[in-house]
């Protein structure tokens, strides 16, 4: 079997956006030859990799496992060529996705080093960047940091991100300002195809049990425009954004801050003791002039997070 570069290109960018007109742009192609590319994979590979449905575009299981194996393909590929070609390659960025705080973290370290190539790749999060971060096929990963360590992987806090709740315009949170940890209770919590054991879950687990509301992990996950919709005609139902989260604009939905305490999601910056990229100091100084430490008196951070050490790193961090 022989694989096309092109198509596991095409393939991973559609794996990106989760959208063929989108991955179509980002290529520089027409929707119909990215069409033919995935086509041409799947046959080589006598299976399915990606599922077209009115709701948008899924992986398979299939995709979803072939997923980090063509990401090395390629970055294999690509330091092959680079490494005749001579020069600076792009910073190879790991996030779990392009709506989140970490990507705008990039975006504002781009615009302040806009000499910097950067490639902004998307997986599963911490246990798929740890493994890419000692491959070396991606330089820095964004992700909250949980268990154990690679020794070599070196990481510092990046941003504490303060949580607000989306709801409809019906729902009993509607009309307040400011919503505290203690009025969820009871409250349901829509997560649809969240990750058992990923990260994110085990903090949105560690919230529930705090504050005692409900996680509903239930039902496919069509992305994030048909959540606000199912949630704008809901008065029970509410979902947790990130400050940073870029959420689209909704006529029926309200955003909410959290307040007595402010829930804060930790994002951590990982990347390889070893790593000989240029631009990643840069990085790691702009990341830490950014970071604002935690503030015990205003936020809250799971007791696992300060157990294991964070806490101190959090305030320790910034001078």
């Not at 960018?13 to 033919?36: C, N, P, R, W, Y």
Request: aromatic share 8%; hydrophobic share 40%.
């Amino acid at each position: 079997m022989e694989l096309d570069l092109g198509a596991i290109r095409a393939f991973i960018t559609v794996a990106d956006h989760l959208h063929f007109g989108e991955a179509a742009d980002s290529l520089g192609l027409t929707q119909q030859a990215v069409s033919k590319r995935i086509a041409k994979l799947e046959e080589s590979l006598d299976t399915r990799l990606l599922s077209r449905t009115r709701g948008g575009t899924r992986l398979t299981d299939e995709g979803s496992a072939f997923l980090p194996h063509a990401r090395a393909l390629i970055a294999l590929a690509d330091q092959a060529v680079e490494s005749l070609c001579g020069g600076v390659r792009p910073l190879r960025v790991d996030v779990l996705g392009t709506r989140l705080a970490a990507t705008d973290l990039i975006r504002t370290f781009h615009e302040t080093y806009d000499g910097v190539e950067i490639d902004v790749v998307t997986s599963s999060g911490l246990r798929s960047g740890r493994a890419a971060l000692t491959e070396g096929t991606i330089d820095v990963a964004f992700a909250r940091v949980i268990g154990a360590l690679d020794a070599a992987i070196e990481h510092i806090p990046a941003y504490l991100e303060p949580l607000y709740v989306l709801v409809g315009r019906n729902h009993r949170f509607a009309h307040q300002r400011t919503v505290r940890p203690t009025d969820l209770a009871g409250a349901i919590a829509r997560m649809p195809g969240n990750e058992p054991g990923s990260e994110w879950a085990q903090f949105y687990d560690d919230l529930a049990a705090e504050f005692g509301l409900t996680i509903d992990t239930s039902g496919p996950d069509f992305g994030l425009d048909h959540l606000l919709d199912e949630i704008a005609h809901s008065e029970q139902s509410f979902v947790f954004s990130g400050e940073r989260l870029r959420v689209p604009w909704h006529r029926d939905i309200v955003q909410i801050p959290i307040v007595d305490p402010t829930p804060t999601y930790p994002h951590s910056m990982l990347w390889h003791r070893r790593n000989p990229h240029p631009a990643l100091p840069e990085l790691i100084n702009h990341v830490t002039k950014a970071f604002r430490p935690f503030d015990p008196d205003r936020h809250w951070l799971p007791a696992s997070d300060i157990e294991a050490g964070l806490f101190e790193a959090f305030r320790g961090s910034v001078g």
